[in-house]
């Protein structure tokens, strides 16, 4: 599986962006999809998962409220909707898929990673 992550950019406080991640060369229609990031200088962080059916959805603490993740089946495709955006939310985002249904602590493959850069 191919993961294509697409969307970052420079966008300044308080505004949105929406990440997109699309899948390649396989279906992911029976895993969970997950968005990481990573910070300069930090670990990476969990920020959301969806199941395989969009039924359930969670959260990293920081970023409950502000961001929505949601997916395509059809589309093979993953959404990040990021709204209230913060200087903290700077970071790489990474689409992963996990090995199963629900979850995110196994994955199975990850994305390249798209640059969203929060201006204060």
């Known amino acids: 599986v191919q993961l294509q992550a697409s969307g970052g950019g420079l966008v300044q406080a308080g505004g949105s962006l929406r990440l997109s991640c699309a899948a390649s060369?396989?279906?992911?229609?029976?895993?969970?999809m997950n968005w990481f990031r990573q910070a300069p200088g930090k670990e990476r962080e969990f920020v959301a998962s969806?199941?395989?059916?969009?039924?359930?959805?969670s959260y990293g603490d920081s970023v409950k409220g502000r961001f929505t993740i949601s997916r395509d089946r059809a589309k093979n495709t993953v959404y990040l909707q990021m709204n209230s955006l913060k200087p903290e939310d700077t970071a790489v985002y990474y689409c992963?898929?996990?090995?199963?249904?629900?979850?995110?602590?196994?994955?199975?493959?990850w994305g390249q990673g798209t640059l969203v850069t929060v201006s204060s």
């Open positions: 992963a898929a996990s090995l199963k249904a629900t979850g995110w602590d196994l994955i199975r493959s």
């Open positions: 969806v199941s395989w059916n969009g039924g359930s959805t």
């Open positions: 060369g396989r279906t992911f229609s029976n895993n969970a």
